[in-house]
């Protein structure tokens, strides 16, 4: 019976090694268009880098650190590849179906806000941008909120039931959102922090008012 088997037992261990090799030849590939796209800031095959993307993130991420590269790249990429595939359908979204989430991080450190059940309660004090930027975007129809962590998040998409959410955070907390979005089928935009941190935490607000106000969304810088 064992010498029976061994001739299957070859064939599954050569097709694992081939598709172990399949997907590594992926990963070469995807990295190099991530690479490539990232320098060029135009997008190359967008379908199969976030396919290599989300399916080998892992191993993408080694290959950068193994050549030397910032493996940040890989997110930045990802987060710009999910942000141009729901940037339509956010712009689709009935403006009053639309939030967008600031971090706390981004405002003054002198901020006189109040915490609430709403996040902070900015009263437009005119010492960060978040201020003037909120008053605009609630002009349009947005509900914005400043939100001190993810629970806040939560708890306000189940409240406010939103069809499309524009959040902007860290990379971490970018990535995590947009995760979100799919998980509860919603259209997530991404901004990430030009610099991250705790406090005092700077965005490219021209980049936010491009989100938010255009109308083709080509317009959008993708890093
Ligand atoms: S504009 Fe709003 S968020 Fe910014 S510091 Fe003033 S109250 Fe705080």
Redesign the pocket.
Known sequence: MPFELEPLFTIIGQAVVYFALFLFAIAVLGSLLIAYSFKTERFFFPGFMLFSITLLETLVKALFRFVGMDDSMVDDVGIALKNKISLRKFRDTPLNKRLIFFPQCL??T????KLSPEG?Q???????E??AAKKSAEGMGYKVF?VPGSSFIRRLVRKHKPKAILGVGCMTEVKAGLEMCERLNLFGVGLVLEKAGCVSTVLDWDKFYEFIEFDEPNDIRPF
């Open positions: 405002r003054a002198t901020c006189p806000s902070m900015c009263i437009n004090c005119g010492s960060c978040i201020g400043i």
